[in-house]
C-alpha cells in the first residue's frame, strides 16, 4: 500500500515485504484523486518565505523545581535562524513561569556556546511551563517546572 502526497510516493509503515518498498513500476505516480501530477519545471517562481509560525525552539532548565525566589538556570535552544541567540543584554529576553513574568539576573553564553539566562522564580508561582521570547524568537520547555518541589 502506498500514500501520495503532492505526487511524492510515502511508504506505509508494515506494508510491503519487511517494510522495504516492492520494486518500482514503470506506471507513473498517481495523487489521491487517481490523477497523473503534472511534471514540475525548472522554470518554476522561486519559493516564498512561509509565513507558518515556527514551534518554540527548546529550553532546559535547572533545577527541574524550586521556590519562590530560587535561582533557576534556562539554557535556550537556536533561534528560528538556527543561531545561538545573543545573551549580551538580559534586557532583550522576556521570561515567564506559566503567565507569571520574572526577572533575570544575569546573563551569557554556557561553555558548550549556549545562551543562558540565569532568573528567580516568581512570587507565588505554580507548576508551569517555561517560555522565553525575544523578539520574534520564541523559546519553550517541553516540561513543566514545579512549585515547589514534590
Not at 507558518?52 to 529550553?59: E, F, H, K, L
Not at 545573551?87 to 526577572?103: A, L, Q, S, Y
Amino acid at each position: 500500500m502506498r500514500a501520495f502526497l503532492l505526487g511524492v510516493s510515502l511508504a506505509v509503515a508494515g506494508c510491503g515485504s519487511a517494510g522495504h518498498d516492492p520494486a518500482p513500476t514503470s506506471e507513473p505516480a498517481r495523487d489521491t484523486n487517481g490523477t497523473t501530477p503534472a511534471p514540475s519545471s525548472s522554470a518554476s517562481a522561486p519559493a516564498q518565505e512561509d509565513d507558518t509560525p515556527a514551534p518554540p525552539s527548546p529550553i532546559s532548565f535547572s533545577p527541574a523545581c524550586g521556590t519562590d525566589g530560587q535561582r533557576v538556570v534556562l539554557r535556550l535552544g537556536l533561534t528560528k535562524k538556527g543561531s545561538v541567540p545573543t545573551c549580551v543584554e538580559p534586557d532583550d529576553f522576556r521570561v515567564r513561569f506559566g503567565n507569571m513574568p520574572t526577572r533575570i539576573t544575569q546573563s551569557g553564553l554556557t561553555s558548550d556556546g549556549y545562551c543562558s539566562l540565569d532568573v528567580l522564580v516568581p512570587e507565588h508561582a505554580e507548576t508551569a511551563m517555561v517560555s522565553v521570547t525575544s523578539g520574534k524568537d520564541e523559546f519553550a520547555s517541553a516540561i513543566a517546572f514545579s512549585v515547589p518541589c514534590p
